[in-house]
């Protein structure tokens, strides 16, 4: 099988401050809307892959902003979630979509598992590896980890609008959430959800493998993509959410 990655071509994984002393740990599951040359544009015109259904828009700046502020660690994948959806179990339905919201993707279609094991063997396996080892390497010294899932929402979805600002999401483990929940309801006039506008299921993968299986803190932190689509909004957003992050991981890791 050839490759789909060429070597001129960026890794598919990037990680900001790997020795980052915070005990933050961020994630961005969906942090680029680059396909490999090799896949050329999978049948899509280029206004469909700046939409979401090719990446979380906004959420790979709010990252980068954190691991600055709080020097953590960030993990960030850097291809789109069409050529293999790094947040989906390796057999679930959407891991390589052929249809995302109403747009089908073509060039998703017929794929041999030849071609979907190749996709996973070079994308979707190195990114959660390389959290993998990260963490490992947390664990054997003995270093306090909180894990921080970055997304990002539409505003609205199929002509539903979506009237919150952020959304906290955690299903078993609400540690995390608890404490960010009490403090963002009290320091600011935001919409917040709880567990909306998703809920963190069998369809995730990033969360339970990484923070649930390994018993972390944690929360998934979903955005909307209008309120962060420029520079200065992912901006503002990290230094807002930088204290109320730190103040919950004082608040888990306290002994």
């Given at each position: 099988m ?7 071509e960026?890794p598919?994984v990037?990680?900001e ?8 740990f961020f994630?961005?599951d ?5 396909i490999?040359?090799?896949l050329g544009d999978?049948?899509?015109p280029?206004s469909e892959l700046e939409?979401h ?9 709010v990252?980068r ?8 660690t960030?993990v960030?994948q850097?291809?789109s979630?069409?050529?293999?959806d ?5 057999d679930?339905e ?5 249809l ?5 993707i ?6 041999t598992q030849a071609?979907?094991?190749q996709?996973?063997?070079e994308?979707?396996t190195p990114?959660?590896d390389?959290i ?6 947390r664990a054997?010294?003995?270093r306090?980890?909180?894990y921080?899932?970055?997304h990002?929402?539409?505003?609205s979805y199929?002509e539903?609008s ?10 078993r483990d609400s ?7 009490k403090?963002?309801?009290t320091?600011t006039?935001?919409?917040i959800?709880e567990?909306?506008p998703?809920?963190i299921?069998?369809?995730?993968y990033?969360v339970p ?8 803190p ?9 309120l962060i ?7 503002e957003?990290a ?9 919950a991981?004082l608040?888990?890791t306290?002994?």
């Open positions: 050839t490759k789909i990655l060429n070597r001129h960026p598919p990037t990680v401050r790997p020795e980052g002393r915070s005990g933050l994630s961005c969906h942090a680029s809307n680059r490999p040359e090799a999978l049948g899509l280029s939409r259904i090719a990446w979380d828009i906004g959420a790979a700046g990252a902003y954190l691991s600055e502020l709080l020097d953590a960030a960030l850097n291809y979630r069409l050529v293999v790094c947040n989906r179990p390796l679930h959407a891991l390589i979509p052929t995302s919201e109403a747009t089908a073509s060039g998703n279609q017929g794929l071609h979907r094991s996709r996973v063997y994308v979707f990114y959660h390389t993998s080892t990260l963490l490992d390497e054997q010294h003995r306090a980890t909180a921080v899932s970055i990002s929402f539409t505003p199929l539903q979506r009237p919150w600002h952020i959304g906290i999401l955690f299903r540690r995390m959430a608890d404490v960010m929940l403090q963002l309801r320091r006039s935001w919409c959800g567990n909306e998703y809920q299921d069998s369809k995730d990033g493998t990484h923070a649930e299986n390994r018993e972390l944690h929360v998934l932190i979903e955005l909307r993509q209008d689509a420029t520079d200065t909004g992912q901006y957003w230094t807002m959410l930088a204290p109320i992050l730190q103040g991981l608040a888990v306290r002994t």
